[in-house]
C-alpha cells in the first residue's frame, strides 16, 4: 500500500487528530491553503513522487487507510493494483467534496457510505479500463476544470 505523498501543508499543525476530512470552510485551513487548494497548486509537489515511481500523474487518489479499511475487498484489490495517481474522474467530478461534507450532519458518516462509494466506482472503472487516450483525457479535463473553476 501507499506510505506517503509529498504536498504543500495547507492545514495548521496538528490539525489531523480532530478529523482527517476537511468539511466545508474548515477553520484549519491556512489563508494561503485555501489558495493552494482552489488552484490545486497542492497537489504540485505530488510530481516528486511521479519523478520517483510511487504514483503517476493519472490513477486513483491515495486514500488514508482509515478509510482504505472500508473498502470492500474485492474493490480494495481493484483500486490497489494500479499506481496512485494525481487526478482522476472522482477528483474532476467530485471537486468540491468538502463542501458536499459541510452540508451534512455528519460529515464522517455521509464520507463514508456516501463520498467514498461514488470515488471507488470510479477507480475501479479506471482500474479495468485505464489507457494512454483515457489518461490524456482525464489530464485535459483536469486543466479545464482548474481554469474554468
Same mark, same amino acid.
Given at each position: 500500500? #501507499?506510505?506517503?505523498?509529498?504536498? #504543500?501543508?495547507?492545514?495548521? +499543525? /496538528?490539525?489531523?487528530?480532530? !478529523?482527517?476530512?476537511? +468539511?466545508?470552510?474548515? $477553520?484549519? +485551513?491556512? !489563508?494561503? !491553503?485555501?489558495?493552494?487548494? @482552489?488552484?490545486?497548486?497542492?497537489?504540485?509537489?505530488?510530481?516528486?513522487?511521479?519523478? #520517483? !515511481?510511487?504514483?503517476?500523474?493519472?490513477?486513483?487518489?491515495?486514500?488514508? &487507510? @482509515?478509510?482504505?479499511?472500508?473498502? &470492500?475487498?474485492?474493490?480494495?484489490?481493484?483500486?490497489? $493494483?494500479?499506481?496512485?495517481?494525481?487526478?482522476?474522474?472522482? $477528483?474532476?467530478?467530485?471537486?468540491? *467534496? %468538502?463542501?458536499?461534507?459541510?452540508?451534512?450532519? /455528519?460529515?464522517?458518516?455521509?464520507?463514508?457510505?456516501?463520498?467514498?462509494?461514488?470515488?471507488?466506482?470510479?477507480?475501479?472503472?479506471?482500474? *479495468?479500463? %485505464? $489507457?494512454? #487516450?483515457?489518461?490524456?483525457?482525464?489530464?485535459?479535463?483536469?486543466?479545464? @476544470?482548474?481554469?474554468?473553476?
Amino acid at each position: 500500500m #501507499f506510505e506517503k505523498l509529498h504536498k #504543500f501543508r495547507t492545514m495548521q +499543525v /496538528d490539525t489531523e487528530r480532530h !478529523g482527517q476530512l476537511t +468539511v466545508g470552510a474548515d $477553520s484549519r +485551513v491556512t !489563508g494561503a !491553503g485555501r489558495i493552494l487548494r @482552489k488552484t490545486k497548486l497542492d497537489e504540485l509537489p505530488q510530481l516528486i513522487d511521479v519523478l #520517483f !515511481g510511487d504514483m503517476s500523474l493519472v490513477g486513483p487518489r491515495p486514500e488514508v &487507510p @482509515k478509510y482504505v479499511a472500508h473498502y &470492500p475487498e474485492d474493490v480494495k484489490d481493484i483500486v490497489l $493494483s494500479v499506481r496512485p495517481g494525481i487526478t482522476d474522474w472522482a $477528483s474532476i467530478r467530485m471537486i468540491d *467534496e %468538502n463542501e458536499i461534507l459541510g452540508r451534512a450532519d /455528519d460529515p464522517e458518516r455521509a464520507y463514508i457510505e456516501q463520498v467514498l462509494p461514488e470515488k471507488l466506482g470510479y477507480y475501479v472503472r479506471y482500474a *479495468e479500463t %485505464n $489507457s494512454l #487516450f483515457e489518461d490524456i483525457r482525464i489530464i485535459v479535463a483536469t486543466l479545464m @476544470k482548474i481554469v474554468t473553476r
